[in-house]
């Protein structure tokens, strides 16, 4: 199993999912794990985390303080020791075609074994989101569990 020097979690517009599977990322990993980081497919210009995700992360004590707007993946974001982890498999097909690249891009639910989408529940209600959240926290403990098991296989 390969080791990533760094973790790209991506979601459509860098303002609801992937922020959040940030923030919780590095609020559960060990200071040994690699980096964890959030981009956007499709950021036309800055904005901030949306403010339910904010409210469920400060509710729930975690911060992404590191993450104040959305940023745009770029290609050289891909590189051999980077993890990238999609949202939904509409989105990796996407990243994929629009790089050309597709070493190390997986879907988050793919990757740790639980291969269904987590899919934005922008305009939703306040439970959609909070479903959203308690997926990826339990995404989040799956993927740092798998780090901590390839650390062991050394």
Request: hydrophobic share 35%; proline share 3%.
């Amino acid at each position: 199993m390969k080791h990533y020097n760094q973790i790209i979690f991506v979601c459509t517009s860098n303002t609801l999912l992937s922020p959040v599977a940030e923030g919780i990322y590095r609020d559960r990993a060990a200071k040994w794990m690699p980096k964890g980081l959030s981009r956007g497919l499709v950021v036309l210009f800055e904005e901030p985390v949306n403010p339910k995700c904010n409210v469920l992360l400060t509710q729930n004590g975690y911060t992404i303080s590191s993450h104040s707007q959305s940023r745009q993946l770029l290609r050289e974001d891909l590189t051999e020791g980077t993890l990238v982890l999609t949202m939904t498999l509409s989105e990796k097909v996407k990243l994929i075609e629009e790089f050309g690249y597709e070493e190390n891009i997986y879907t988050f639910g793919e990757y740790v074994g639980d291969d269904t989408d987590i899919t934005d529940p922008g305009g939703g209600e306040e439970e959609k989101y909070k479903e959203c959240f308690e997926k990826l926290v339990l995404r989040v403990d799956k993927l740092v569990q798998k780090i901590e098991g390839l650390s062991l296989e050394d």
